[in-house]
């Protein structure tokens, strides 16, 4: 098989039951004209994933690259596998329980063939988990349309000033293509290990080397939403995903240095989806040293004012503070 221009990457761990879906996603925009590959990194995982992807290989409908790890290596090295057993000139990471929208490989095709821009940036779709009900599109930027940055003619910190949301610096994996010459060229890719973030790291050195980033406006990839009825802070999630968001700080630091306009722009971008209401919410649900670890990270990532509030603002007032607020939803 030639080289294909562009390979879809899945990391998965025990989603057989979504991965079928992720998969067909693809396999139904595939024609003679459009030929990719499907790159697959399976996390050691106990379900019926092997079985299931070498059903898929056998129909030989198009070159699907399966591989599995002896041991779950992390979600971050499974990242990283992925695209390491990529052969096309461009990969889209798409999540195993996430699916490509339709005709969106076309889409991204005729972009890498006219532009060939560097990296490519795209809005989702968010549907229920069952994908019966669209909720919303996703709305990063502070812009509408599809808009390029040159970064060999403007700096990093111009693009971020116009980025509303956290997926706009690649926390949604299924929302990124980009060329693999560059992200091969990146050292140290397992620096940030751990953070579920190593990823992002990768993407963000390749733009401060001087490239080109496309922001399509249009949704091309459609992924569930774990809808959550705590109306108070919207969809909080996991606890612990509030110290993992701020792992971009440390890695713009790393990037672009403590005083730079870059960490200052990330800094911005993280206040606005943990803004006040969110904090607050969080400081009822964990008990009092999670609570002294929130104050301690708001004090040495510098959101001082935050850090005063949380710190004066009595806890058990916290309770009536979200009846009140419920009440008048």
Known sequence: MNKPILSICIPTYNRAEFLSEAIESVLN??????????????NASTDNTEELVKKYQEKEICNIIYHKNHENIGADRNFLKVVEIAN???CWYLGSDDKISPSSINKILNEISNNKNDIYLFNREEYTMDF????????????????EFNFDKIEVAQYLKDVLDLG???????SIVFKKENWDLV???????????SHTYVLTNILKQKRKLKVIDTPLVMCRINNSDNTFCGILGDYRRLYIDYY?????????????????????ILLKQRNLKVLLAISLLIDDEEHKKLLLLMHNLGYYKEYMILKIFPKRLLPIVKKIYKALK
């Open 29 to 42: 925009q595939l024609t003679e004209d459009i030929k990719v590959e499907i790159c697959i990194s399976d």
């Open 88 to 90: 096309g000139e461009y």
């Open 132 to 147: 019966n009900h669209k909720i919303s599109n996703s709305s990063w930027f502070n812009f509408k349309g599809d808009r």
């Open 168 to 174: 706009g610096i690649f926390s949604f994996i299924s």
């Open 187 to 197: 050292k140290n890719k397992e620096k940030y290990v751990g953070t579920l973030y």
């Open 248 to 268: 971009n700080i440390l890695i713009y630091i790393d990037i672009f240095g403590m005083d730079s306009k870059e960490v200052y722009y990330v800094k911005e």
